[in-house]
């Protein structure tokens, strides 16, 4: 994969703002940036609401992962492998996530048994 840098202070924005950190720009033909939906449906082939692909690009979710995508001329966009990224990550977040912890009362419930157990067995 050739990278290609360019300087922050070269390029402006709308209304005359500077970007002030450099940005890494792809040359990679394999990564071929689509609008969001259009890249889960080739992904997925699910068409999920814009406003969920949205919402996976601008906040993480509730295992931390975020969908990585890149502004064009105003537009977001994302690829195929970033999508799978995704749904990669956040399927292995939630699928190590602890088993349920049994409440007090449950706890205690166990307990009170066991100890009747023991009682009843003499110990």
Do not use: C, F
Not at 28 to 51: H, I, K
Not at 54 to 62: A, E, G, T, V, Y
Not at 77 to 93: F, K, N
Request: proline share 4%; hydrophobic share 35%.
């Amino acid at each position: 994969m050739m990278l290609a840098y360019r300087k922050a202070n070269d390029v402006k924005q709308g209304g005359g703002t500077v970007v002030n950190s450099p940005q890494q720009v792809r040359s990679d033909e394999s990564t071929n940036l689509l609008p969001l939906v259009d890249a889960v449906r080739e992904a997925t082939s699910m068409r999920p609401a814009l406003s969920t692909v949205l919402r996976w690009s601008q906040k993480p979710n509730q295992h931390g992962v975020r969908l990585q995508t890149w502004k064009v001329g105003g537009r977001r966009l994302t690829s195929v492998e970033a999508v799978r990224a995704y749904i990669d990550a956040t399927t292995q977040a939630a699928d190590t996530g602890q088993l349920p912890t049994a409440t007090n009362r449950q706890r205690n419930d166990a307990h009170q048994k066991a100890m009747a157990e023991l009682e009843r067995q003499g110990i």
